[in-house]
Nanobody, 115 residues
Framework: VQLVESGGGLVQPGGSLRLSCAASGFTFSRYGMRWYRQAPGKERELVAGITSAGGSANYADSVKGRFTISRDNARNTVYLQMNSLQPEDTAVYYC?????????WGQGTQVTVSS
């Protein structure tokens, strides 16, 4: 099982990034997918989640209206489009796959928002 995040980097406040998470080794279309983030000295927090078929998504209040989660089950990939980024969005972003008692994690990708 592998979850490989990409797309992180340094961006100025107000900018945008699109994170991708490529999955392999399991039946991607049967798993809900989530993005978490962890800032230095803080606990890991749930940012966004999407159901296995992509029909429903939910977001943390802090990112509603700015971030959009989506998935392409044909490509075994989940995305996180991040707009209007702010310094408080700086964190390592992790991809997570879940189904009942099973859960898998990626290694994370760093997002830094700074001028």
């Amino acid at each position: 099982v592998q979850l490989v995040e990409s797309g992180g980097g340094l961006v100025q406040p107000g900018g945008s990034l699109r994170l991708s998470c490529a999955a392999s080794g399991f039946t991607f279309s049967r798993y809900g997918m989530r993005w978490y983030r962890q800032a230095p000295g803080k606990e890991r927090e749930l940012v966004a989640g999407i159901t296995s078929a992509g029909g429903s998504a939910n977001y943390a209040d802090s990112v509603k209206g700015r971030f959009t989660i989506s998935r392409d089950n044909a490509r075994n990939t989940v995305y996180l489009q991040m707009n209007s980024l702010q310094p408080e969005d700086t964190a390592v972003y992790y991809c997570n796959a879940w189904r009942t008692s099973l859960t898998y994690w990626g290694q994370g990708t760093q997002v830094t928002v700074s001028s």
